[in-house]
């Protein structure tokens, strides 16, 4: 797959019948944010109020990380926000493993055209698909690897935090310490 832009990716997505999601899906959930940011998060796929507006991380879960956002002085008119899949999951379970591969084209192809330097893996599916099939979520969130150039950081998923608070804190040191390596490497974000 070698799309020209986004919007041409965008189309292909919201044609897309590869694997049965598309079926229960009211929308194609594809992507936000500024089209040359340099840092992009990625979560695992969409929930309810993702399914009815088309646009990532917009019910409890986006709000906790709008606020996370804020405690870091950016806004997503800066990022660029995505997920792992593109449609709904049936009753939000975990996106299969083949649903990841099916719809993995798509955010690589995302993130050819993006090209950040950082990515940040929102929860276990994101990191365990783009840092380490490994990756535990509790014992390696807030560490920075780095992959084809791309510094990447696995965290809690803030749907994840909503459950366990307790969380929290812990996520809020993680955001804090992207916060200073956009520093340390001049990331441009718009203010």
């Known amino acids: 797959m070698n799309c020209g832009n986004l919007n041409e990716l965008r189309r292909l997505c919201l044609d897309c019948r590869l694997c049965e999601l598309h079926s229960g899906r009211t929308n194609v959930v594809f992507g936000t944010g500024n ?3 340099e840092i992009m998060f990625i979560g695992e796929g969409p929930g309810e109020q993702e399914d009815i507006t088309g646009e990532p991380f917009v019910g409890r879960a986006g709000r906790l990380l709008d606020k996370y956002f804020y405690a870091m002085d950016i806004g997503r008119e800066d990022i660029y926000i995505s997920n792992m899949v593109k449609c709904r999951p049936p009753q939000n379970r975990d996106p299969s493993p083949e649903e990841q591969d099916i719809c993995l084209q798509y955010l690589r192809e995302q993130v050819r055209l993006i090209k950040p330097k950082m990515i940040i ?9 783009l840092i380490d099939p490994g990756f535990k979520v509790t014992k390696q969130h807030g560490e920075w690897v780095e992959k084809n150039g791309v510094l990447m950081m696995g965290t809690f998923h803030p749907a994840s935090l909503l459950r366990n608070p307790a969380q929290k804190p812990a996520a809020l040191e993680d955001f804090m ?3 200073d390596k956009i520093a340390e490497m001049k990331i441009k974000v718009k203010k």
């Open 177 to 179: 310490k992207i916060r």
């Open 35 to 37: 089209p040359h940011a």
């Open 121 to 129: 893996c929102l929860g276990r599916i994101a990191a365990q698909k």
